[in-house]
């Protein structure tokens, strides 16, 4: 069983039927092609990945639970990361 045990927050099919996979304290994933793998696109954890959308141009938007907002390319790299600061 794929993700066992790992609390599934969100998820999102891009263009590609890759699926983009929010978890509860283990970050992201994405699945394609019957393949599961971890998105390690920065370097804190653990991260909870709240929201995904992905935008007209195919990046994947992530909203992370204290760390702010991020968007990665189609092949899940770092283009951009707006923080979050509670102060």
């Given at each position: 069983?794929?993700?066992e045990g790992i609390d599934i927050l969100d998820f999102e099919i891009d263009s590609n039927h890759v699926v983009w996979?929010?978890?509860e304290n283990k970050g992201?994933?994405?699945f394609h092609h019957g393949e599961l793998n971890?998105?390690?696109f920065i370097e804190e954890t653990p991260i909870s990945v709240r929201d995904i959308a992905?935008?007209?141009d195919g990046n994947i938007l992530l909203a992370v639970d204290?760390?702010?907002f991020f968007m990665l390319d189609h092949f899940g790299k770092l283009i951009t990361k707006v923080a979050y600061d509670p102060d």
């Open positions: 069983v794929l993700l996979i929010g978890t992201l994933y994405h971890a998105v390690p992905v935008n007209q204290r760390l702010g």
